[in-house]
């Protein structure tokens, strides 16, 4: 018998049996992540919320192996070819390319020349020359000539028998296992131009004589491998290192002959056995496996490149809040202005205008004291301004504000405005802001999303805020339930404010869905602010289970209850009112009171229903209730008269601010309206591996300038600051440019290695880094 799949979760997570069991049920229960990482503890043994993504991944994996385990046996039943030992074999099967490797044999197919052949009655030669090959093959096969059967001679019947035997050893799941495992260990990917493709291709052109080893090939690389190939520029095959020579026979087919027991000892059927070995894998086998190969490449560069996009929007959505303090929005134009919208502390629009300070009408004057009268009027406290088109001009425009009127104590701040023009033509906004302009929904966003990036950016698709690589080509429905998983995860992680909530940011919440959050605005609207989160039971379809669920991720400040501020779940309420009790204290003075809360022992308090996991969070959450886990806010000060690419020069020392991480390095933003790329070796002194182990997206960083290739829009930076700026000529391999803020999917791919298959030299920080770098990946474009 095979492991169940809660014994095989337990194995993989190293956890107990019972902790997996018990996820299982609360999972099957309606019961999501967030809240059983939060609030359900005890039962999972303290799994935290990556274990329990994990688990809830391999359970839907593992689930649909099994359903499909189910089917392979009932399909090989219904022919009545199903053995014990065949059974046992598809109950041990472990993957998925396991099980339809034993199932191949049986898999109904069209009818085939082995079919064929052993209709012709041809089987019993084939066995004949496999099991004795002292028979002469062109001997043996002439008993077996039979014209009605369409074995027209004894060169027919040898074929036929070629036939049978070559299926024979393709379906051999032992046997193609091995085989996939070596080609896996050794095989070599090599890609090549189709011919008069070059000019049209020139993005790939560092493909163009191209090789690696398969299991070396990074996500990036292989995705841009992959999209060559579809855009029809690049041939992309499978093969080994060192192929055999014309009539040799390659490790492959060595390896066929040696599982089968054919071998060269110079016996009469040996020459035609080996044929039978080298034809099997050059006909069958081997385009087999360069498409399972292929496919297994393919798969794991889409995990990574998924995983990539999900911890970079992690980071982003958790990014520091500026605060929510009145704000003045400015989304840079040229011609078409300056959007400019102000909102008030809660994000709620207070007014909209558009100025024209640039090019080409440069009314300056006129701006200035319009946005002066508004910041006063307002009492605004942040200027955020969009990071595209103009953007330092308006910089520039914001500081000269602030000199010429002093008594405004407002901070600049430079705010990405990666998809805010999606958000702005939404359903959403239009709903938010029927009667406002599309083009000034885009500054509201601007300004909202710098008071609280997650509260903003969950109204926006992940997908369309522009942290990810190559993510067209790759699976919308995996990517869409990893990024949901992320947003879950961060929105429930903060909490959310029951009173100022949009509907997007409630639909996030653990228990809810997009018709609840809008029942519950609907209530807000009609009601007045919640007073309790009892309340939220008087709610259209929020059943108890929802109740359940939601209720500890919804803050209400300043209502009937305290604890109703907190990440204590109401069903413990019971556990602080003892505690309180003991402490002879009211709840309100309990809450923050450390001195009293450290002293107290958390075992005293746990009970059959509530444990010791749980009253220590408790604790924690009384002691500083309703903490914002998300860092101190910090913004980068751009270098005054660097403004644009010309401005820079080698060995600058900048301030810049992290937009998107990939896995061959970090794109920042230094105010010159192009992304410099830090590659992974320049971005510590010690070896990296992830570079996310070092930068995320809306960290400040400090960067040196080391190569400025003004004709194709190049910056490369490092992050060590003590090495040597190069100056040097552009590279001579113009490399495709990577995603960024403004580019979520590249549109081409990104290479690495080039000419012969020979590994591009890891490039140091110093000399020559950018032209090194640009063979990992181009830089992105505003």
Aim: charged share 25%; aromatic share 6%.
């Amino acid at each position: 018998m095979g492991l169940s799949i809660d014994q095989r979760l337990a194995a993989e997570l190293a956890v107990r049996v019972e902790q997996v069991a018990a996820t299982v049920a609360l999972l099957d229960g309606g019961s999501t992540v967030p809240f059983i990482a939060r609030y359900r503890k005890e039962a999972t043994g303290g799994l935290d919320d990556i274990q329990l993504r994990t688990l809830e991944e391999r359970l839907r994996y593992l689930r649909e192996l099994d359903e499909r385990r189910e089917a392979v046996i009932a399909s090989v039943r219904e022919q009545g070819k199903l053995t014990d030992e065949l059974l046992g074999q598809f109950t041990l099967a472990d993957t998925k390319a396991r099980l339809e490797d034993l199932y191949l044999p049986y898999k109904p197919k069209r009818r085939t020349k082995a079919q064929i052949a052993k209709e012709a009655g041809l089987e019993p030669l084939a066995d004949l020359l496999l099991a004795d090959p002292t028979r002469t093959p062109e001997t043996e096969a002439a008993a077996f000539v039979d014209a009605e059967k369409g074995v027209a001679d004894g060169k027919a019947a040898l074929e036929g028998a070629k036939q049978i035997l070559i299926e024979r050893f393709a379906e051999d799941a032992e046997l193609v296992g091995s085989l996939r495992s070596f080609l896996w260990d050794n095989g070599v990917i090599r890609a090549k131009a189709i011919a008069g493709k070059e000019e049209a291709g020139a993005k790939f052109s560092d493909y163009f004589d191209y090789a690696e080893p398969i299991k070396q090939i990074p996500s990036h690389r292989a995705l841009a491998l992959f999209r060559g190939r579809k855009e029809e520029v690049l041939t992309v095959t499978l093969g080994l290192a060192e192929e055999p020579a014309p009539g040799q026979m390659g490790p492959c087919e060595a390896r066929i002959a040696a599982h089968v027991g054919i071998a060269a000892q110079g016996r009469p059927a040996d020459a035609w056995l080996l044929d039978v070995a080298r034809w099997c894998w050059r006909v069958k086998v081997s385009v087999h496996l360069e498409l399972d190969l292929m496919n297994r490449l393919f798969e794991g560069a889409e995990d990574e490149a998924i995983r990539v996009f999900a911890g970079n929007l992690r980071d982003l959505l958790l990014a520091a809040p500026a605060g929510m303090r009145p704000t003045l929005a400015l989304d840079p134009g040229f011609r078409t202005g300056t959007k400019v919208a102000v909102v008030d502390a809660t994000g709620k629009l207070l007014d909209t205008a558009t100025i024209y300070p640039h090019e080409p009408q440069r009314r300056y004057e006129e701006a200035i004291n319009l946005v002066a009268a508004l910041c006063q009027k307002h009492d605004v406290q942040l200027i955020a301004i969009g990071n595209g088109t103009a953007s330092r001009e308006t910089d520039r425009f914001a500081a000269d504000l602030l000199s010429r009127f002093p008594a405004l104590k407002a901070t600049k701040v430079m705010v990405s405005e990666a998809g805010a023009s999606v958000y702005s033509a939404s359903a959403f906004a239009s709903q938010e802001f029927p009667s406002i302009d599309v083009s000034i929904r885009g500054a509201i966003s601007i300004g909202r999303r710098l008071q609280d990036p997650l509260a903003e950016l969950v109204k926006i698709d992940p997908k369309s805020i522009g942290v990810g690589q190559y993510q067209h080509d790759i699976s919308e429905t995996k990517l869409s339930r990893a990024l949901d998983a992320v947003v879950e995860d961060c929105v429930n992680g903060v909490g959310v404010d029951l009173n100022t909530a949009s509907v997007p940011l409630l639909t996030r919440v653990s228990g809810l869905n997009e018709t609840l959050a809008r029942n519950i605005v609907a209530w807000r609207d009609a009601q007045g602010a919640f007073r309790n989160r009892n309340q939220l039971k008087e709610i259209a379809r929020l059943g108890p289970k929802a109740f359940e669920q939601a209720a500890g991720f919804l803050r209400i400040r300043g209502g009937d209850e305290p604890l109703d501020a907190s990440a204590v779940h109401p069903e413990a309420y019971p556990v602080v009112r003892k505690i309180a009790q003991t402490v002879a204290k009211p709840v309100t003075e309990l809450i923050g009171d450390s001195a009293t809360l450290r002293g107290l022992n958390p075992a005293s308090f746990a009970d059959d229903r509530f444990g010791l996991p749980t009253v220590q969070d408790i604790l924690r959450e009384l002691d500083k209730p309703g903490r914002d886990p998300r860092p101190e806010f910090k913004t980068a000060t751009f270098k005054e008269g660097v403004e644009e690419l010309k401005d820079l020069q080698p060995g600058m020392l900048l301030e810049g601010v992290v937009t998107n991480v990939a896995a061959f390095g970090a794109f920042v933003d230094i105010g010159v309206h192009q992304d410099g790329l830090v590659h992974v070796s320049a971005l510590a002194s010690r070896f990296v591996k992830d570079p996310r182990e070092v930068v995320k997206p809306g960290q400040v960083v400090r960067v040196k300038v080391l190569e400025v290739d003004l004709k194709r829009k190049r910056v490369g930076l490092t992050m060590r600051l003590d090495d040597p700026a190069d100056g040097g000529a552009a590279p001579r391999s113009a490399a495709p440019r990577a995603a960024g803020p403004r580019d979520p999917a590249p549109r081409s791919g990104t290479p690495a290695r080039a000419g012969g298959g020979k590994p591009a030299p890891q490039p140091a920080a110093g000399g020559g880094a950018l032209a090194a770098a640009l063979l990992k990946a181009g830089l992105n474009k505003r």
